[in-house]
């Protein structure tokens, strides 16, 4: 299970820390990904956190949102700086499975958080 | 980058039908592909992974097949639960999971 919070009405320019609390499993021994859905859109792939470490960002967002894992807490969270209009969305965490398929192992994102909204005014 | 497209982008279709999603990637991705289910309002839901192996708990009236820049998502009839918008989503080019825009279901 997959909890995410933080979610808020911020201005144009200004920051929002995004958390996602797990349970039954271990973030730490799992990569954990966001993904965001403007309103009436489809799904963006934000960021990923990597098993060992990695860190990697969509273009949209790089230089300006940090994804980082806190293995004692077991959550993972996106700080969010310098927001702007085309950052309101609906952000989902989700984990990164690695599924047991026929033709071998695959990835897919298995555990969704119930989503948390975030809205920038300009 | 891969880029996936889908299509319809909407379909209208009775109870019981069959129904037929394709999506096309731009490049190669083998079967490194996923197929997502989001219901109005809900959170997204992985149906498939694979290009065709179900995931646990999805009902056998889905299925998915295809492999290279080509996929379908089928649903072999139609219920009412089924209305939601399905994504599909490339797991080949890392870390870059790019989604497909989407075809929205409705019921006729």
């Known amino acids: 299970l997959l909890v995410d919070s933080g979610g808020d009405l911020v201005q144009a320019g200004g920051s929002l820390r995004l958390s996602c609390a797990a349970s039954?499993?271990?973030?730490?021994?799992?990569?954990m990904t966001w993904v965001r859905q403007a309103p009436g859109k489809g799904l963006e792939w934000v960021s990923l956190?990597?098993?060992?470490?990695?860190?990697y960002y969509a273009d949209s967002v790089t230089g300006r949102f940090t994804i980082s894992r806190d293995t004692s807490k077991n959550a993972v969270f996106l700080q969010m700086n310098s927001l702007r209009a085309e950052d309101t969305a609906t952000y989902y965490c989700a984990r990164i499975g690695v599924l047991t398929a026929p033709t071998g192992p695959s990835d897919g994102f298995d555990v969704w958080g119930q989503g948390t909204v975030v809205t920038v005014s300009s | 980058d891969v880029r996936l497209t889908q299509s319809p982008s909407f379909l209208s279709a009775s109870v019981g039908d069959r129904v037929t999603i394709t999506c096309r990637a731009s490049q190669g991705i083998s079967n490194y592909l996923a197929w997502y289910q989001q219901r109005p309002g809900k959170a997204p839901s992985l149906l498939i992974y694979a290009a065709s192996t179900l995931q646990t708990g999805v009902p056998s009236r889905f299925s998915g097949s295809g492999s290279g820049t080509e996929f379908t998502l089928t649903i072999s009839s139609l219920q009412a639960e089924d209305v939601a918008t399905y994504y599909c989503?490339?797991?080949?080019?890392?870390?870059?999971?790019?989604f497909g825009p989407g075809t929205r279901v409705d019921i006729k």
């Open positions: 039954g499993f271990t973030v730490g021994d799992s990569q």
């Open positions: 989503q490339q797991v080949h080019t890392y870390p870059l999971f790019s």
């Open positions: 956190f990597y098993r060992g470490g990695s860190t």
